[in-house]
């Protein structure tokens, strides 16, 4: 199993600012077709996850622009350039290059 | 646009079959490439992928729980489903139904609003 491992697991932010998530897999997630499918996803207070990006750094049908991806090979980043207070909630990453696996999620939260 | 509901019952005995039913609206779970996949929640927990089934009929499920797994589609009625054997507490958590898009499914869109399924004699 490739495992995913995300940092911090709690992001305490102001609003207005920058946030960042990293997520580290145990391996390359370059699949053999050339594609890494490494991608971010929300999950708001109960509610279900929801896309944010796929593919590393494409952000998916409505996503605001304040959304980022980054990373290649084993080590990705989320950034949010400016938080907004529907912004919290836990965010993972999942990668689907070798079956389906997901990090244990990220807190964030407004100070 | 295409929705997700998951139905089932919210209680199973322990050492029984969990079984549950995606509907899928607003579009034929026969028409394009899309995996559709069971995920699973426990509460307060990360996610873990269950297994997917793809139109044709073919099935990939997550190794650890694949000796008690089993999905199947049913597109006359536009659904999939979710069997789990031999259930134990740990296998309590709210269940999700998604949709695989992308090259090989690998992203999901949309999921269904989830459903908890709690294991308890």
């Known amino acids: 199993d490739i495992v995913m491992t995300q940092t911090p697991l709690s992001s305490p932010v102001t609003l207005g600012q920058p946030a960042s998530i990293s997520c580290r897999s145990s391996?390359?997630?370059?699949?053999?077709?050339?594609?890494?499918?490494l991608s971010w996803l929300q999950q708001r207070p109960g509610q279900p996850p929801r896309l944010l990006i796929y593919?590393?750094?494409n952000r998916f049908s409505g996503v605001p622009d304040r959304f980022s991806g980054s990373g290649a090979g084993t080590d990705f980043t989320l950034k949010i350039s400016r938080v907004e207070a529907e912004d919290v909630g836990v965010y993972y990453c999942m990668q689907a290059t070798q079956s389906i696996t997901f990090g244990q999620g990220t807190r964030l939260e407004i100070k | 646009q295409v929705q997700l509901q998951e139905s089932g019952p919210g209680l199973v005995k322990p050492s029984q079959t969990l079984s549950l039913t995606c509907t899928v609206s607003?579009?034929?779970?026969?028409?394009?490439?899309?995996?559709w996949s069971w995920i699973r929640q426990p509460a307060g927990k990360g996610l873990e992928w269950i297994g997917r089934i793809y139109t044709s009929g073919s099935t990939n499920y997550n190794p650890s729980l694949k000796s008690r797994v089993t999905i199947s589609v049913d597109t006359s009625k536009n659904q999939f489903s979710l069997k789990l054997s031999s259930v134990t507490a740990a296998d309590t958590a709210v269940y999700y139904c998604?949709?695989?898009?992308?090259?090989?499914?690998?992203?999901?869109?949309?999921w269904g609003q989830g459903t908890l399924v709690t294991v308890s004699s």
């Open positions: 593919k590393i750094s």
């Open positions: 607003g579009g034929s779970i026969s028409s394009g490439s899309y995996y």
């Open positions: 998604a949709r695989g898009i992308g090259y090989g499914g690998r992203w999901f869109d949309p």
């Open positions: 391996q390359s997630l370059v699949h053999s077709d050339g594609n890494t499918y």
